[in-house]
Structures are given as structure tokens and as C-alpha cells.
């Protein structure tokens, strides 16, 4: 985790939000197949509604229609928000800073996640895959971030938990 210290290089922040603010048990086999797939990616880009992305996964996994729907059920709703984290990033806007917050998540489970958490209010900006057609895995992600919330690269800390993500950003990063 980064600390906080009363000076910082860094004029803005990249944000992660999938299990570095809201924090989700991926144990589970079968969810981790889903998240995995073509299928997902897809449906995290807004290219694929839920319906026909859960059909498509029992299919592809030959699982049950309801394993698919129970086990992602059962994500959504015991997904928990990190307290300390969202403290630290409204220190961070309190202390003057941008702060943008960047996940690869479906539209269903981003419209979700904002009507239910309010720690949406302390980002500047926000940008969700499936609005942007865009994953972060993507090098022109970071572009279309930085451009759209006229960020300065060298200015700009990377805050995500997969290595591989904060390696693509050509940025000053940190995996958590």
C-alpha cells in the first residue's frame, strides 16, 4: 500500500477499484474460469448483454445456466468495500489531488456498484471498460485516461493489484 506523506510527486492517480476498493474473494474455481474467458472480456467491454454472456459461458464451461448466475450472484453481493482505502483516497482528494478511478467491469455491475457505494464521489473522474470499449491491459487505456482527464504522465502514480496491468501503463505504478 502506498503511505501517505505530506509531499508526494504526484499530482494525480490512476485508481484500480476491482480488489483494491472493492475487494472480492476469487477463489473459487468456476468464477475464476469465468473472469478468464474470451467471453467475460468481451462482456466487460460492453459487447455482450448479460443474458446472452451468461448463456454463452454455461455452454463454453458445460456447466449449468444457474451455477453461472449463482456464482456471479454471489460475488456481486459479497463484495466488500475497503475502508481504509477509500480514506486514503479521499485524503488524497482533500489534499488537492486528481484522482481517477479505471476498472475493467461489465455496465450491469458498474451501474450496480455506483448506485450501491458512495466512495464514487471522491474521484474526479471514472472510467469503466464497458463505457470506453476499452481493458486496462490495453496500452491505449492508459492513453484515453490520460487525454480524457488531462493527466501529465510523469505526474501520475498507477494504483492496481495485477502487476501485468501496472507494467503496461509505461507510468510510474504500484501493484498492490
Not at 51 to 73: G, H, N, W
Not at 146 to 152: P, T, V, W
Request: glycine share 4%.
Amino acid at each position: 500500500m502506498i503511505r501517505q506523506t505530506s509531499f508526494t510527486p504526484y499530482d494525480s492517480f490512476i485508481f484500480d477499484i476491482g480488489n483494491v476498493v472493492l475487494k472480492f474473494d476469487d477463489s473459487n474455481l468456476l468464477l475464476r474460469c469465468i473472469l478468464a474467458s474470451d467471453l467475460w472480456r468481451d462482456f466487460e467491454l460492453g459487447g455482450a448483454d448479460t443474458r446472452s454472456t451468461y448463456a454463452q459461458l454455461s455452454s463454453v464451461l458445460e456447466v449449468e445456466l444457474q451455477q453461472i448466475a449463482d456464482v456471479i450472484e454471489h460475488t456481486k453481493e459479497t463484495i466488500r468495500v475497503d475502508t481504509s482505502m477509500v480514506e486514503f483516497i479521499c485524503s488524497l482528494r482533500d489534499a488537492g489531488k486528481t484522482l481517477v478511478s479505471l476498472m475493467n467491469m461489465p455496465w450491469p455491475f458498474y451501474s450496480y456498484f455506483q448506485e450501491k457505494h458512495t466512495f464514487w464521489a471522491c474521484f474526479t473522474d471514472t472510467y469503466a471498460s464497458s463505457e470506453i470499449g476499452l481493458r486496462k491491459h490495453d496500452p491505449a487505456t492508459f492513453q484515453h485516461v490520460i487525454l480524457s482527464s488531462q493527466l501529465l504522465p510523469s505526474r501520475t502514480l498507477v494504483v492496481d493489484e495485477s502487476a501485468e496491468n501496472v507494467a503496461k501503463f509505461g507510468t510510474r505504478s504500484c501493484p498492490l
